[in-house]
């Protein structure tokens, strides 16, 4: 596709609840970072696929979150058990080749646990 | 963990003058980039400056990066009501195994 395609783009959701968000990547690229934004904060890294190489997961906050990436190419960020401060924008980004070089970002999915 | 800091948090200027946001890091980099944000949604990239670079140019944009300082800013010149956006660096660590954004400086231009 032209950029990097997020949905649902808002998401409001029980406390309790799972959600899934997905993000699919401009073709061709191998690297993809999900990122969370609270308001008027800055941005966390959560996680990171570089190709075929086991997922940098080092940002991931609890085990409630988890993502996978499948045939290298679209990605799904899974939350269980929805809390409210779990509500934030969630950023996904891909770049053409490793982390560190220019990330295309996505439109984002606003996340509200009511 | 946090490793670029922009400061200041909060810019508000007039069309025509310049802004200049300035970005604070901790460790060693590979390169440093610039992205903007409106509205709070997706980011856009601006500017990639390496770390063996001092300045760079892309348009109305000029960065300047000081690796013996760890410290780097953005201009804008002849700012316009278009720009008012959030500016954020991001570091690229030199193992290339990290890409840490900062909070963000809100800039705010005023017709």
């Known amino acids: 596709g032209a950029g990097v395609s997020q949905s649902p783009s808002n998401k409001v959701t029980e406390k309790g609840k799972d959600v899934e968000l997905r993000c699919d990547p401009i073709s061709g690229h191998t690297a993809l970072y999900w990122y969370r934004q609270s308001l008027g904060q800055g941005l966390e890294f959560l996680i990171y696929f570089q190709g075929n190489s086991a997922p940098d997961k080092s940002g991931l906050p609890s085990d409630r979150f988890s993502a996978e990436r499948t045939g290298g190419s679209v990605s799904t960020l899974t939350i269980q058990r929805t809390q409210q401060e779990d509500s934030a924008v969630y950023l996904c980004?891909?770049?053409?080749?490793?982390?560190?070089?220019?990330?295309?970002f996505g439109q984002g999915t606003r996340l509200t646990v009511v | 963990s946090q490793q670029g800091e922009e400061d200041p948090q909060a810019l508000s200027i007039q069309e025509g003058e310049n802004a200049t946001m300035n970005c604070s890091y901790k460790t060693s980099i590979n390169n440093l980039q610039w992205y903007r944000q409106n509205s709070g949604r997706g980011l856009v990239h601006l500017i990639l400056i390496r770390s063996n670079e001092r300045e760079k140019h892309s348009g109305r944009l000029r960065v300047t990066l000081d690796t013996s300082k760890k410290s780097s800013s953005l201009l804008i010149t002849a700012s316009r009501a278009a720009d008012t956006a959030s500016y954020f660096c991001?570091?690229?660590?030199?193992?290339?195994?990290?890409?840490?954004f900062g909070k963000g400086t809100m800039l705010l231009v005023s017709p």
């Open positions: 980004a891909s770049s053409p080749q490793f982390r560190g070089t220019e990330a295309f």
């Open positions: 991001a570091t690229a660590d030199s193992g290339y195994s990290t890409l840490t």
